[in-house]
């Protein structure tokens, strides 16, 4: 299991559209990822729940993530929080 | 009683039961089940999901070229939302949990997530719960076998409540049983009072979130003059206003007999007076009020109303319809006038930070030139069956209008080579709405066959306002010098052209602004057709001499507060005047 933390750099913050892109990218892991802000806990799968975390940008969530591929995970879930966010999203195709 | 205050958006009142509009939710009713039919619940409700997700992703792959990324992500939460575990495996527990049908259970884990939506600080969080709603009413509707919900329109005469009507809405709500409107938000030149007005419905606008407090079914009193709506009305309201619709009543009686009656000053002037309509249906009340043609068709309902773009195809049985309806009179297309205020999605026009600056109008369709080319071809075939005139919205130079032109000389040369019957020969004319257009309206003259001044955004421009933004809505004024002087010379170029110059635009629809339009020597005035006989009747007490005195006076003045001052003075002399020589009155106002 790896614990670690990222900064949003989604000038929004956790808004619907930033937590749909961090729950893409987790379902292509098998790992588990839990993300807690303020207290609060959402499944990084979950986009009403990672919605329901209310975090804006510049605060810093932490993520546990579990798994056979947990390092993976946590290297693409953190660039993609407190880098790729910041950016809009590259349309596929 | 209450009394709550907005934004008069539409004359006239009403005294009536509110009818809430929101989409109507399907109604979830719970049924136990037997321990042995959970299995086949759950499957049931797997199975809607998966209904709903292709109906999604069969609207973003229809959409997604025209949605902009923006749209498309609005799509695809949606679909991460029926993936959801805080949803979707919630639903499947409550099921097994409460031995409960797939609707009851679905309906609990969306209000379970909404509440907890609900509770945060965060103003867009909050409103994502309208997400869940839209995803929950797709799933609902799948599992109960309904279709695709549409807002639904009062049964009983109501005034209609919303906190806000998009264009479609509004058509799928239609004016039936519609005795006034009360919105949260918009203002007098948003798209539901334009059609309000069009449709003589009073309307009150901007309420603000007290709309919400406007309950189903709880009788009302709408003041469309004052922007006022009576909340719980006390008994000595509720007969003023039955006092006043009767009064109402009568008046639309005394204008109805103008219905036949030309529009000539009583010096001999003819004004052409004619309608401005945004759908087909209402060509019968331009026709009932006396309109001698339509004046604008503003083609935007035509393609909002649809999910997709109409083809030429579906636009020519449209256009041809209007056509024949209006039996013989002419008809002015207004090509598709996108962007500003009416961003559609769809079209690909994305969010701006200066709509109104921005890709609208020409500068739009100009840019997207197939979507251009199939509304210029169903307009020249429509034209086949009368006398169609062909404008071009918010033109700025010389270069817009030749290029615009240009496609038009490609239609016509297509529509020759496939031997498809048109009329190569219709008068191409345009918008003046902007200060730029007005200012070179000799050069523009020039090449074209007619003008007709859009007075919204020409006031817009030239006073640089944004008619939306409330702080700075005291300067929308048509009598400032800088509007005025602007509309004497461009109607001064059209006519040493020898061109035609009308108006479309809000100023003509207002009955006080009606003597300064014959002062400028316009040849046509299309307005609204419920304001129809009300100019018509202006013109007809007022001589040319006494409309251009009027204007020369109020050119005269410094400010735009002295000219409306001495406009108000005007006005009031007269009606005082007429009232002496006891003719029927002039209602006031518009």
Known sequence: ?93 | MRILRGIPASPGTALARVHHVTRDLPVVVRAALPASDLDREVARLHAALADARAQIQALVARLSADLGPEGAAILESHLLILEDELVVDRAVAIVRAQSCNAEAAFHDAVAEVASRLLESQDDYLRERVQDLRDVEDRVLRVLMGLGVGRLVGPAAPSVVAADDLAPSDTAAIGARNVLAFALGRGSRTSHVAILARSLGIPAVAGLGAAVAELHDGELVAVDGDRGEVVLQPDSETVARYRQLSQQQLTVNAKLAHLKDEPAITPDGRRLHLLANIEMPVEVEKALASGAEGIGLLRTEYIYFQRQTIPTEAQQLEIYAGIMRGMEGRPVVFRTLDVGGDKVQRYLGARKESNPFLGWRGIRFLLANRPLLKAQLRAIYRAAAGGPARLMFPMITGVEELREAREACRECVAELAAEGLPHDPDLQVGIMIETPAAALVADLLAAECDFFSFGTNDLVQYTLAMDRLNSRVAYLYQPVHPAVLRLLRDATAAAHAAGIRVGICGEMASETRYAEILLGLGLDEVSVHAAQLPKIKQVVRWTTVAEAEGLLADLMSRRTAAEADLLLADYLAEKKRRRAAAETPEVPDGA
């Open chain 1, 1 to 93: 299991m790896i614990s670690t933390a990222a900064t949003i750099s989604d000038p929004v913050g956790f808004h619907l559209r930033a937590a749909g892109r961090i729950v893409k990218l987790a379902k292509t892991f098998d790992a588990e990822v839990t993300v807690r802000f303020q207290g609060r806990v959402a499944n990084a799968k979950s986009i009403m729940g990672l919605a329901s975390l209310a975090a804006d940008c510049g605060s810093v969530v932490e993520l546990e993530i579990d798994g056979p591929d947990d390092a993976a995970a946590a290297a693409a879930l953190v660039r993609l929080i407190e880098i790729e966010l910041a950016h809009p999203e590259v349309p596929e195709g």
